[in-house]
């Protein structure tokens, strides 16, 4: 119902999405109800990972309307990503 999405395609293994996870929480946490946040497993949902071009890991797709907007390159931290 949100017209904002934000989603986190990670890999398990990765260090780097090791390292944003508790970010990611956090600021799922602070934005719920206004924004949602959701993460897609590429280990395990590699044809969704496909589909949206998922190159490294982690990757933040934001998508408006259901439709995806633009990668996330900014700071990866949950001040910066509640303030995008």
Request: hydrophobic fraction near 40%; charged fraction near 25%; aromatic fraction near 12%.
């Amino acid at each position: 119902k949100n017209d904002v999405m934000m989603i986190k395609f990670f890999a398990p293994w990765s260090g780097h999405c090791k390292h944003l996870a508790p970010k990611y929480e956090e600021a799922a946490t602070r934005l719920k109800g206004i924004v949602t946040m959701a993460e897609v497993d590429c280990s395990l949902q590699v044809d969704l990972c496909l589909k949206y071009e998922i190159m490294g890991h982690p990757s933040l797709l934001v998508f408006r309307h259901s439709e995806p907007y633009f990668f996330y390159d900014g700071q990866r931290d949950a001040d910066s990503l509640v303030s995008l």
